[in-house]
């Protein structure tokens, strides 16, 4: 067991609490069942723009960010959906309005076909016990002060038709047992934890409020590469056991693969592609996918030399004041004059899966056969 030193801030827990289901409002709700054939949920045009304000008395709001700028996607029953990109494209922002810990500022989040910007108190205390979330750093939203028991049962102070007062303790410990920690640590805190067995912490206490959905944001990143396996294979047999969906946020597409059945690729605030494991990683199509699919390390001895390398010039432009037209095209190595002025659409041009580049191509750029 490690000693992390670090201490989670206030913000961070208040955060953790909140996607715990932390609501005011009582009573339960009735629920609709999707059909077959409608998504779970679904992302329209989604977007989150953050002012950006200058001025300490008198606050003035001289621009936005655009963390979340149009974001079209769709999660079903029992899927996992790899959400990939560079460092501040705007994943954790997708996660939080998902999980109703950010607003929107526009566009529509859709649980089983309702509105959950038009939901009422009930359902949406309701909605907020079925789409849990897992974070980055475990430690960081896990309350030092609390006692693992504690945290993992958190959540039933406000959903308490879950699980009845009388027998907390052996839910929480068969939760325990469940995720691959010791039932009798139950009095245990955090620090007193490996980053990987927090994790698992965070995982128990998703689980404690029996989610449909799990919005796991790049929940291995922190971990060592040996952890960060174990930690994949068990949110894999747990979404066999209890039938889960989940969004897992990576910034590293070798981390998505194992786990997802689709793969959608942000950049600045937009999916610039998407498509199935095979269509993304077999052809992919837009630059910035194949770019991205080109650092990925390979670990087969035989393959090295047999890989693409795309470096990328320049940094990502601010998403307070992204490039006109296409927003990859200052990194971009095929950009032409079109590509300035015309935002090109999230479609498919006859690769089989839709690119959002105006001169979408499919290139081979890992051989077919790496895991
Ligand atoms: N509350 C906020 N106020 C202002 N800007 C914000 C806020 N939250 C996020 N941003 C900005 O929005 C953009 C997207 O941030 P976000 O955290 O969603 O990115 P990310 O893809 O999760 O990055 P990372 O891989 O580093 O976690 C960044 O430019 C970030 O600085
Ligand atoms: S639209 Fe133009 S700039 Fe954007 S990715 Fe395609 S070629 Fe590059
Ligand atoms: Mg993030």
């Known amino acids: 067991m490690s000693d992390d030193s670090s201490r989670p801030s206030d913000r961070d827990q208040e955060v953790a609490r909140a996607a715990a289901g932390a609501t005011t409002g009582s009573g339960a709700s009735e629920h609709g069942g999707t059909t077959a054939s409608e998504p779970l949920l679904q992302l329209k045009n989604l977007e989150k723009h953050f002012p950006l304000t200058q001025g300490i008395v ?21 899927e996992t959906l790899g959400l990939v990109g ?4 705007g994943k954790s922002t997708v996660a939080k309005l998902l999980v109703a810990l950010e607003k ?22 309701q909605y907020r016990r079925e789409v849990q979330i897992i974070f980055q750093d475990p430690y960081a939203s896990l309350n030092p002060r609390m006692t693992v028991g504690d945290i993992v049962a958190e959540g039933w102070s406000v959903h308490a038709d879950i699980a009845p007062k ?9 939760l325990m047992d469940r995720v691959g920690l010791n039932p009798d640590f139950v ?56 039938g889960l969906s989940y969004l897992f946020i990576a910034h590293d597409l070798s981390v998505v693969r194992h786990i997802s059945d689709r793969v959608a ?19 992919p199509s837009h630059p910035y996918t194949q770019a991205l699919l ?19 010039q320049g940094d990502v432009p601010s998403p307070a004041n992204p490039p006109s037209g296409c927003r990859f095209r200052t990194r971009c190595w095929k950009a032409q004059d079109i590509c300035a002025t015309e935002p090109p659409a999230l479609v498919d041009r006859g690769q089989g899966h839709p690119a959002a580049c105006h001169f979408a191509e499919a290139r081979s750029v890992v051989p077919v056969d790496v895991e």
């Open 58 to 78: 008198f606050k003035k709001t001289v621009g936005h960010v655009r963390a979340v700028d149009g974001v079209t996607l769709t999660l079903g029953r029992g």
């Open 86 to 89: 560079e460092s501040g494209c």
């Open 104 to 125: 929107p500022s526009d566009g529509q989040i859709l649980y089983k076909g309702r509105d959950v910007a038009r939901m009422g108190r009930r359902d949406l205390k």
């Open 166 to 174: 009388k027998g907390r303790l052996q839910r929480t410990q068969e």
């Open 187 to 242: 009095n245990r805190y955090p620090h007193q934890f490996s980053g990987g067995q927090r994790q698992r912490i965070g995982i128990a206490r998703a689980l404690a409020l029996q989610p449909e959905v799990i919005v796991c944001d790049e929940p291995v990143s922190a971990l060592d590469v040996s952890v960060q396996a174990q930690v994949v294979n068990l949110l894999e047999d747990l979404q066999d056991d209890f």
């Open 265 to 283: 690729v942000m950049y600045l605030g937009s999916v610039v592609e998407e498509g199935t494991d095979s269509d993304v990683y077999g052809s």
């Open 294 to 312: 080109s650092s990925v390390p390979l670990h087969e001895p035989h393959l090295r030399g047999q890989k693409d390398r795309i470096l990328l």
